[in-house]
Each structure stands twice: as C-alpha cells, then as structure tokens.
C-alpha cells in the first residue's frame, strides 16, 4: 500500500498516525506523573494541548518518509488532514490561549 504514490494512503496516514500520537503522549504524561517525574497539579489543560499538538506533529514521520521517496500525491494525502487538524487544535484550545 506504501509502494505507490496515492492520497489514499497520504489521507489514511494524515488521519490515524496523529490519533496513536496523541494517546502515546498522554501516556507517556500519564507514566511520567505515576512514577512523579512531573508534577500532576494544573496540569490537565496542558496536558491535552500539548499532546494534540505533538500528535499532530508525529504526521512529520510519515512526510518525511514519503519525502524521501518523491511520493507527492502521498505527501499531499498527508497535509489535508494535518491542516484540519491544525485549523480544529486552534479553533479548541488556540482562541483559549488568546483570551
């Protein structure tokens, strides 16, 4: 399926790679916070701001691969979904932060 150039496969990756990414950070949060590495307190708002954005941060795994390989109908697959999710994390938790 990632042998060839398509936007299926770009669109299929931009949408779920960012999904796994976000719950493997708010894991990694939560094991830091079980084990007091990081302190647990106010933390919840960030938690889940940061972890968005560096889940969708991890599509950069997926773009730099297919970069490499020249696939651009596959890069393109990958950047619809990455700037959705982009416009949606500024939209939730952006316009907070301006306030």
Do not use: H
Not at 46 to 57: D, E, M
Not at 80 to 93: K, L, R
Request: charged share 15%.
């Amino acid at each position: 399926m990632f042998e060839k150039d398509s936007i299926v496969a770009g669109l299929l990756l931009g949408v779920f790679v960012p999904v796994v990414g976000y719950a493997l950070w708010l894991e990694i949060y939560d094991q830091l916070d079980a084990r007091g590495v990081i302190s647990g307190m106010g933390a919840g708002d960030f938690r889940r701001r940061t972890s968005a954005l560096l889940g969708i941060c991890v599509n950069l795994i997926p773009f730099g691969f297919f970069n490499r390989k020249r696939f651009f109908n596959s890069m393109r697959g990958i950047m619809i979904p990455t700037i959705i999710y982009g416009f949606a994390w500024f939209i939730y938790f952006g316009l907070k932060l301006l306030d």
